[in-house]
């Protein structure tokens, strides 16, 4: 790699790595926030919400990522014409699109780690969020263990623990279920366990007493040793196995089979959109530093600065943006419709081909 090269390179990439730790840092203490008051309102440790944190980071950097790369590109270029280098090398005999060569070296490491986060990272960091949330949703013990409060881990029942030892053993405990319209019961028990096991939660009761009220005043009472209650909702365990379409590898998105189709409740165009976008927003990270670059060294050296340029790969940035959501809307609609999805890299690479071109010829642009 020539030193040229080397040199707007090695600026480009340091300037895209502070800026996307400082996207990501901004984007993940905005949903640390929510997911700090949701953990903690439902009784999780602080070890479970930076677990929570970590797995949502590959999503957020996959949001950030190209919007960084973008910024990089406008700040980097911005210097590099305040300080009269690119005029410079213009004057050595560099063209635009010899000029673009590093750019285009930084749009493919850019491209690189979009592949390797839509790929791989994301899809597994969301199927392990997903399976991490359903577990903590099936373990009822965090709901339960509260000394001396009631507590309501299903709607219709409610229970109450004097004491609680340090092994979860509930001491001198109230369940009251009032779940059947015709009747209510309540159990007192001297001692207590909740056992999670599968998709839910039970609680075996130990040496009791169960109260049972029916109609017009009638009381009956039984004892018991051992009683078990399911304090599962009536639906736990749906969620849980149902297969989620983001979380899938892109082979299988491709593939598209019924057993999938069916698992996810998705259809085939949804499938196709999801997989080939995989491949579209790298390219589209990937490209769009390419061309704000060539839009910004096509108005030549100015003392009034870039700040015409900058606005004008803002707004292009923008328009293929809305280009690319548009197409995805259109991939949902129709499985035949999957190649939509890189319009909007198609865009970016013939917009960026062409802004070069015309940077070879001044004066006719000037024209």
Same mark, same amino acid.
Do not use: C
């Given at each position: ?14 300037? #895209? ?93 850019? *491209? ?14 969301? %199927?392990?969020?997903?399976? =991490?949330?359903?577990?903590?949703? =099936? ?10 409060? $009631? ?36 159990? $007192? ?11 839910? *939660?039970? !609680? ?18 039984? =004892? #018991? ?46 499938? !196709? ?19 704000? #670059? ?8 100015? =003392? ?21 959501? %548009? ?18 890299? *198609? ?6 081909? !062409? ?13």
């Amino acid at each position: 790699m020539a030193r040229f090269d080397r040199y707007v390179l090695s600026l480009m990439l340091a300037v #895209f790595a502070f800026f996307a730790f400082v996207l990501v840092a901004v984007y993940w203490v905005n949903r640390a926030v929510r997911l700090f008051e949701q953990l903690i309102a439902d009784g999780q440790t602080a070890a479970v919400f930076l677990e929570f944190s970590l797995l949502t980071l590959p999503n957020v950097t996959r949001l950030v990522l190209p919007i960084a790369a973008f910024v990089a590109t406008l700040h980097a270029t911005n210097r590099l014409s305040g300080e009269s280098e690119l005029v410079v090398m213009q004057a050595t005999g560099f063209s635009p699109a010899r000029l673009a060569r590093p750019v285009l070296y930084f749009g493919l490491i850019v *491209a690189l780690l979009m592949s390797v986060l839509m790929h791989w990272l994301v899809p597994v960091s969301r %199927a392990e969020l997903t399976k =991490r949330s359903d577990a903590i949703e =099936r373990n009822v013990v965090a709901g339960l263990l509260v000394e001396g409060a $009631f507590v309501n881990p299903v709607p219709g029942i409610t229970l109450y623990a004097r004491d609680i030892t340090d092994l979860g053993e509930l001491r001198h405990t109230l369940l009251s279920d009032m779940r059947d319209a015709s009747g209510r019961a309540d159990y $007192f028990s001297e001692r207590a366990f909740v056992v999670t096991e599968g998709s839910g *939660a039970s !609680l075996v009761m130990v040496d009791g007493m169960a109260m049972t009220s029916r109609g017009e005043g009638g009381l009956e009472v039984t =004892r #018991f040793e051992n009683l078990t209650f399911d304090l599962a909702p009536p639906d736990a365990g749906v969620a849980g196995g149902r297969v989620i379409m983001r979380e899938l590898p892109t082979w299988r998105l491709l593939a598209a089979t019924p057993g999938d189709l069916s698992a996810t409740g998705a259809s085939r165009a949804q499938f !196709l959109q999801e997989g080939h976008e995989r491949f579209a927003q790298p390219l589209m990270a990937g490209l769009i530093p390419v061309m704000a #670059f060539a839009i910004l060294i096509l108005g030549g050296f100015s =003392r009034m600065g870039l700040v015409p340029q900058i606005a004008a790969a803002v707004v292009v940035a923008i328009l293929l943006q809305v280009v690319a959501n %548009a197409a995805s809307d259109i991939a949902v609609r129709s499985a035949a419709a999957w190649p939509a999805v890189y319009l909007a890299p *198609a865009m970016a690479a013939t917009l960026s081909a !062409l802004t070069l071109w015309l940077g070879t010829r001044p004066r006719r642009w000037a024209a």
